[in-house]
Structures are given as C-alpha cells and as structure tokens.
C-alpha cells in the first residue's frame, strides 16, 4: 500500500544560509493495505513532518514515497489531485483544524465539493448525514458550528471529513492528544472500527507508546529524524531492542502503584538534541548509558536483526 | 496530626452571560503535613477551580459562594489581599501547567527565581539573593547554574523551564505545593524526570503536595493518597492502593478500564465511558455522572448520591455503594441536607 525510501525532508535555517533542521533523515518502511504503523517518539523528532511529506504537504528533500506502487513523491499539483483522494490525515488539535465560520455539514462535505464528486445538493447531504452517522453524530448536528460541540465531538467531525471520500490511507496525527481519557478511548475504537469496515490503512502517529498498542500492527520509533526500531507492535513491548525505545518505555507511568514501585526503570537523562546539529555517529549517543566511542563516530546501520525486526543501533551489529 | 490545609464544603462558581457556571459544588477535604495527595479529573470537573480558589487567584466573575478554606486552622478567605499575598509563594506556592507560558520571556531566569525571595525577604541583599538562587538552581538539578543564571527563557527546553518554574515555586521553601497538572505539556521522557525531581525534592523539604492532573498514571506514580473529581464534586477518595487495586465507583472503575497500559496485553479492548462530560451551568438533576453511567439506577438520575465512608479512608459518592453496604436508609429530605452538610456517616 505504502512504501516510503530514504525518505528526507530538511528545512533551511532564516538567516543562517546553508543550515538546515534536519527534520527526517533517511526514512524506509513498508506498509501493507489494512496495517496500522504507529510512529513514535518525542516531540520535535520529525514524527509529523513525516507524515506531511508523505502526505505532500511538505515537498520532500529527497527520497521516493511510493503509493500502491506509483511513486508520488515527484507527482506535480495537479498529478497529484485524484491521488489525494486516496490519502487523507486526520489532526492533533480538534479545536484549531476545523473551520469556525462553517456549519458541520459544510466541513464535512468541503473534499466533496474540492473533488467535484456530488452533483446535487441532495446527493451530498446524502453522503454528509451518512457520514454523520457513521462517527456517531445525528442529523441534528449537521447545521451547527464547531464550537457548539466538545473535544471528543470535534475529532468526530474531523474523522467524518477525512472519510467521507472513502481514503485508503490515513494519517491520524495525534488524533487522541488532546482530549481526555474517558474519550480518547472512545476516539480510538471508532477508528478501530472503521479500519475494520472500510478496510482503511493508518499511519497513526503519537508521543508514548500506551495507546499505540490498542492500534498498532506495527511500531516505529523515531528519534531526532531518524527511524531507530521498527518491529510487530508486541515485540516491541516484550522484546525491545534500542536504549531509546527501552527508556521511552521505562518512561510511561504505570496505573498500577503497586507495579510502579516495582519497576526498575531504564531512564532517559537530559533533553532532545537540536536538529540544526544533530549529534554525530548515532544520534542517540549523548542520552544513551551504553554509547561507546563506536557510537560517537559511526552511524550505526538500519538493519534487520530478526525477521521483520528492524534497529539503528551498534549494539546490535 | 493536624492537617495543613482544609477545604470545607467549597462552592465555586463563575457568572457568565449564560447564567452561573458551578465549576465546584462542594468539595471537602483535608491535606496533612508531608504527604502528595492526587486530584484526578476530566476537563471541567473543576479541579483545577478548585486548587485556584485555595490562593484566591480566581477570575473577576468568579464567586466562593459557600465552604471554607483553612491553612492550620486559620481562614484564607478571611484575608486580606495583602495577607494572602503573604501566603502565597511563602506559605503555599503553584506550579502551573504550561512552562512555556507562565515565564517572563525579557527577564534572564536568575531574575525571575530572585524575584520571589526579594519579594518576602525584603532585608536580603542581592547578593545574598543570589546565592540563594543558584543553589535553587542545583537543588532542581538544572546543569551549569552559573552559566543559566543569566539567560533568557527561549534558552531553555520545555522541561527546563519546568525545573525553573519549581525552583521559583520551592525559592521560599512553602510547605505546601499546588501542582496543577506540571508534567501534561511534557515528553514523557521528561515528565518522568520531573516527577523523579518532585518526589525527592518532597521527601527533601518535607512538603506536602496536591498534585492535578488528568492522569492516572502519574498519579500512581507519584501519590499517597487520591481524590477523584467529577462534576465539580468528589465521587471517590482513597488511599493509592486501594483506589487501583479496590476501585468502587463506576467513574473511577470506567477511568481504569478506558486507560491504556504498557505492561496489559492488549487484547484487554479499551472499554470507553460513553458520552461526554456534563454542562455546568445549572444544577444537576442527580448524580453527575448518572448520564454516562452503566450501572446507573432510577434513583441516581433523580437524588444526588451521600457520601458514603467505606472505612476511615474511602469514600464514595455513589447509589450502589449506599444500597450496597445498607448502612443507611435515608429518607428523601435526609438525603437533600446531608448533600448540603455532607460526610457526617464517618
């Protein structure tokens, strides 16, 4: 379905020419129809860079993304018009990414009308109280606003207008950050679902590793713009194999206060590096307790240690 | 032991255009020296109101209309704005949510902590104030003291200028800390490591803290005890163990079971609370979270629950609980002013 080749996206640095902010340095994955990856990491490590470049929202630096086998990352704007249809992201903030001068029924039928799909009136309203449903709204909300409407509702209306145009793939980036426990569970199984009914592909994007499990078939976990472990979703929590993700792990508080004042921790010391100058060799190495010289030199290489287990580290040359 | 902090019967609410928004509605509870008692809730279920109405650092249209507050024994809101200015920072001191935000962008950071001490030691000189900041400055572990005493907030990451914002916060060594929600804008990675340096500047300082936040995890990371809010009132208190491992109300049990974990397989689905949370504007027909409730029964849309004490410790606001443990059989007018007094079945 997906398949994304050293993929890289850097931005140039104002004011200072010739420096960039290495956002996505050599990403590879593959995704097939049906899957979820879920991308993990700390903020600023690029994890939603990558998804908008995937996306072309951001035009990619080099490198090739590969959608059901055509290679879209040099597709011009209007190349890539009927190609959008096939993709669509679903936001972090429900607050900011819906517009709060138009009705619900106008956000949710916006990609209709961009991709000329519906000839009457009657048809999209058709398709938008169809929709509606679907996300667990009624009728009666179609001709109010956004702002009438809780976090967990809003991410409902952002869902609906990601899917009306029945997309293949969907990025959700950090679909569930911002609302609250009771509901970001309810977020999480509607979107469970819908992969379930529409047989959707998700690139489901978030900052710790607890509800990625709910969702994932596969993780990847990022850091400072590079992919540093990619395996099966449990392997990664029973098996991890990179200090970065062992730490990101150790770090997740538990809800257990009896399992928490169990836990031996591997923690992760200090702050993310700038991506301006990233660290040299493995980018990891200044937070990491078992960096060598090796690992201040040397970038370690992507490679698959067990099958269909993919790291970034010397330690497991 | 005498507690430090008391909350009786608060009532908060705020006047808006709509028509009065009850964001507490009786809230009581006491906080004892030493210890890090958690207040969980969602979004509106007026916990943080709640920790602003303890310093009176309300909005203008917010009104206590009703309970009290004590800090050993003595009235907060029978203060002067100048004697609660005394308090706060000195007494009892606030770390906010977002570090970002709460900082003075002109100001270097070595300022901005010396601030405090000038502010309730006017007899020091600066530069006794000095050292006095760069040893806050190591205390909350922040590298280099001498170098970051004199730059700017935009120098710093979003979870050292959280170890900045505890270093004012701890500048007068409080005894009590308010600590709403101080890890929600972090990495985890980070929020693990200032829930480490909270903890051991706790047990350093002999501090007691009420710590908000919306996550269970934190929580049982980090509390002794925790209260849990919803609907501008508390619908369970318990000790850290007991409320994980025993918890009796149906919101707290929902929150459980709607909260992800590491270590659970994951074939354990994610049960969500169904609905979303209630409109505070007006009163409640019965118990706040009767709308959303599984277990609800007729009598919870139309009373509001007692509170029930299970033991010396736990306490519910639930029907079921009432019924359950028979422990009372209350008439109708019974149940109504024991929602206005509260908690005499100890």
């Not at chain 1, 606003?145 to 976090?151: L, R, V």
């Not at chain 1, 426990?181 to 590793?209: G, P, R």
């Not at chain 2, 009532?11 to 958690?38: C, H, K």
């Amino acid at each position: 379905m997906l398949e994304v080749k050293e993929l890289t996206k850097h931005f140039p640095v104002k004011g200072k020419r010739g420096r960039v902010v290495h956002a996505v340095d050599g990403i590879n994955f593959k995704l097939r129809k049906g899957e979820t990856l879920g991308l993990v990491g700390e903020s600023g490590c690029g994890k939603s860079t990558l998804a908008r470049t995937i996306i072309r929202i951001y035009e990619p630096t080099s490198g090739q993304v590969f959608l059901k086998g055509q290679d879209i990352s040099g597709l011009s704007v209007r190349e890539l018009k009927p190609i959008r249809k096939l993709m669509q992201m679903i936001f972090q903030d429900p607050y900011s990414s819906l517009n709060a001068r138009m009705t619900i029924r106008d956000i949710i039928a916006e990609p209709l009308r961009a991709h000329k799909i519906c000839h009457t009136k009657a048809e999209e309203n058709e398709l938008v109280f169809e929709m509606l449903d679907m996300v667990g709204l009624g009728t009666e909300h179609a001709l109010r606003y956004a702002h009438e409407f809780s976090g967990g509702q809003r991410q409902r209306i952002g869902i609906a207008r990601a899917l009306i145009l029945r997309p293949e793939l969907v990025i959700c980036d950090e679909p569930i950050s911002a609302l609250d426990v009771s509901i970001q569970a309810q977020i999480v199984n509607l979107l469970k679902k819908f992969q379930e009914d529409l047989n959707l592909t998700y690139l489901f994007i978030a900052h710790d590793l607890s509800m990625v499990r709910y969702v994932s078939d596969k993780v990847g976990v990022m850091y400072l713009g590079h992919l540093v472990e990619l395996c099966e979703a449990e392997e990664i929590y029973n098996n991890p194999l990179h200090p970065y993700t062992k730490g990101l792990l150790g770090s997740v508080p538990i809800p257990s206060p009896r399992l928490a004042r169990q836990k031996k921790k591997s923690e992760i010391e200090g702050d993310i590096p700038s991506p301006i100058s990233p660290p040299s060799g493995c980018r990891f190495h200044t937070r990491c307790k078992y960096a060598t010289e090796r690992c201040k030199a040397e970038a370690p290489k992507w490679q698959e240690v067990t099958t269909n287990h993919f790291v970034a580290c010397h330690l497991h040359d | 032991m005498e507690p430090i902090l008391q909350v009786k019967n608060l009532r908060t609410s705020f006047m808006t255009a709509n028509g009065e928004v009850q964001a507490v509605r009786g809230v009581d509870f006491d906080l004892y020296p030493g210890e890090i008692v958690g207040v969980v809730g969602e979004s509106g279920s007026g916990k943080s109101v709640m920790s602003m109405s303890i310093l009176n650092l309300l909005a203008d249209n917010a009104v206590i209309k009703d309970g009290d507050i004590l800090y050993w024994g003595n009235s907060l809101l029978n203060f002067s704005k100048k004697e609660i200015r005394k308090i706060r920072g000195k007494e009892i001191a606030m770390v906010f949510q977002d570090p970002m935000s709460s900082l003075n962008p002109l100001m270097s950071i070595g300022k901005q902590i010396g601030e405090m001490i000038a502010v309730h030691n006017p007899e020091l000189s600066k530069l006794e104030i000095k050292v006095q900041v760069l040893d806050l400055l190591k205390k909350v572990r922040i590298p280099e003291p001498e170098k970051r005493f004199n730059q700017l907030p935009n120098e710093f990451s979003g979870g050292m200028r959280q170890r900045v914002m505890i270093a004012i916060a701890l500048a007068c060594a409080p005894s009590v800390l308010i600590a709403d929600e101080p890890t929600t804008a972090l990495d985890v990675t980070i929020q693990d490591q200032i829930l480490k340096l909270l903890r051991s500047l706790q047990e350093e300082m002999q501090m007691s803290i009420l710590f908000i936040t919306h996550d269970l995890g934190v929580v049982a990371e980090t509390c002794t005890r925790v209260i849990v809010m919803y609907g501008g009132m508390i619908m369970e208190e318990a000790a850290i163990d007991d409320l994980f491992e025993q918890p009796i109300h149906p919101y707290t049990k929902g929150l459980m079971k709607s909260m992800p974990s590491i270590n659970q397989d994951r074939k354990g689905e994610l049960e969500p609370i169904p609905g979303s949370p209630p409109d505070m504007l007006g009163d409640f027909a019965g118990c706040p979270f009767a709308p959303r409730c599984k277990e609800a029964r007729r009598i919870c849309g139309k009373l509001l629950p007692p509170e029930v004490y299970l033991d010396p410790t736990h306490r519910v606001r639930c029907w079921l609980v009432t019924e359950q443990a028979k422990q009372i059989k209350i008439s109708q007018d019974e149940v109504l002013t024991n929602n206005a007094g509260r908690g005499n079945n100890a």
